[in-house]
């Protein structure tokens, strides 16, 4: 069967580090891609890791570890503009992603 | 540079009403195309998705239907909008043969209330 875990909701404050952990089981994967959506916004890409490793995107870097079927997104110098939901998306074998419920990051000063 | 389209923003229906929402994509050529429903505080659930004109595939059995008319022209439809219609529509695309990396990109999105 396929699912998709990821905690729904972390609390930080500002300038400090979340990682974001994700857990998958899916017919088929490729990579695991992560998304960013504030509240009434659309999703939009952040990074992809279709290798084990830590790929790194200015502050947020996001790591895979295939054998394991498990990833993180790390927020780094976390900013209030951060506050947003992240979805984990593994794709299958056609390509498709698979979204789970995100986890709702909440920044306070 | 490609973008993308959607129309209505908003839309309020009543129950039993026919719906047709509309996505377009501008700047780029055979783009697999995506029919997303959100619900309020939930994740994305992948309604239909299109490969090219005419071939659609469908994910969850519902009353809802897509068509791909155009290259880049992508239609999600009812004839008879249910109560649990309600959420947020998004359209997306990408540009790819169906491996590894394809970048999704989305657009605005239809919030769709059904009363």
């Known amino acids: 069967g396929q699912s998709l875990e990821q905690p729904s909701e972390v609390t930080a404050v500002e300038g400090a580090i979340v990682q974001i952990n994700c857990t998958y089981q899916?017919?088929?994967?490729?990579?695991l891609s992560w998304y960013q959506q504030h509240d009434g916004g659309a999703p939009t890409f952040l990074s992809y890791?279709?290798?084990?490793g830590l790929e790194e995107t200015g502050r947020f870097s996001s790591f895979l570890s295939r054998s394991d079927s498990y990833g993180y997104l790390l927020l780094q110098e976390l900013q209030m503009k951060d506050s947003a939901s992240y979805f984990c998306a593994p794709d299958d074998s056609w390509g498709k992603l698979q979204f789970g419920a995100g986890t709702q990051v909440v920044v306070t000063p | 540079s490609q973008t993308i389209h959607q129309w209505p923003a908003t839309l309020v229906q009543p129950v039993g009403s026919p719906l047709s929402l509309e996505c377009t994509v501008e700047?780029?050529?055979?783009?697999?195309l995506y029919w997303y429903r959100q619900a309020a505080g939930r994740g994305l659930q992948l309604l239909f998705y299109?490969?090219?004109?005419?071939?659609i595939s469908s994910e969850v059995p519902q009353n809802l239907s897509a068509s791909r008319p155009q290259d880049r022209q992508f239609i999600l439809s009812s004839k008879k909008l249910l109560l649990s219609d309600s959420g947020f529509y998004l359209c997306?695309?990408?540009?790819?043969?169906?491996?590894?990396?394809?970048?999704?990109?989305f657009g605005p999105g239809t919030r769709l209330l059904v009363l």
């Open positions: 997306a695309w990408s540009v790819g043969t169906g491996g590894e990396g394809e970048t999704q990109y």
């Open positions: 299109s490969v090219g004109i005419g071939q």
């Open positions: 700047g780029t050529s055979n783009p697999n």
């Open positions: 890791n279709a290798l084990d």
């Open positions: 899916t017919s088929g994967f490729y990579g």
